[in-house]
């Protein structure tokens, strides 16, 4: 059974930056596709960024620049590095990975930007 754990989210200022974590364990295979969402109250879950099995990545415009999505291959390991965090990146952050053509999701992470 595969299993995400996500970590990292928290509680930070304007300005700072936060790494969130997704780590999938209870597959022999590694992880083909990867991406992080986020969801606000009242709002559709939407894609922040994501990075293929060969490492192409794509941002949704509001974090390019900010924001940096890497997977470490040998510890089936995604992660989110969000800088310059601005109180509109409020949200919960979900990771999403594809293992062997099927699609799971982390328990979601909490990111709260105080302005």
């Known amino acids: 059974q595969v299993q995400l754990a996500e970590s990292g989210g928290g509680l930070v200022q304007a300005g700072g930056s936060l790494r969130l974590s997704c780590a999938v364990s209870?597959?022999?295979?590694?992880?083909?596709?990867a991406g992080w969402h986020r969801q606000t109250p009242g709002n559709e879950r939407e894609l922040v960024a994501s990075?293929?099995?060969?490492?192409?990545?794509y941002y949704q415009f509001s974090v390019k620049g900010r924001f940096t999505i890497s997977r470490d291959n040998a510890k089936n390991t995604v992660y989110l590095q969000m800088d310059s965090l601005e109180p509109e990146d409020t949200a919960v952050y979900y990771c999403?990975?594809?293992?062997?053509?099927?699609?799971?999701w982390g328990q979601g992470t909490q990111v709260t930007v105080s302005s």
């Open positions: 999403n990975v594809v293992v062997r053509g099927e699609s799971y």
């Open positions: 209870g597959s022999t295979f590694g992880i083909n596709a």
């Open positions: 990075i293929s099995s060969t490492g192409t990545t």
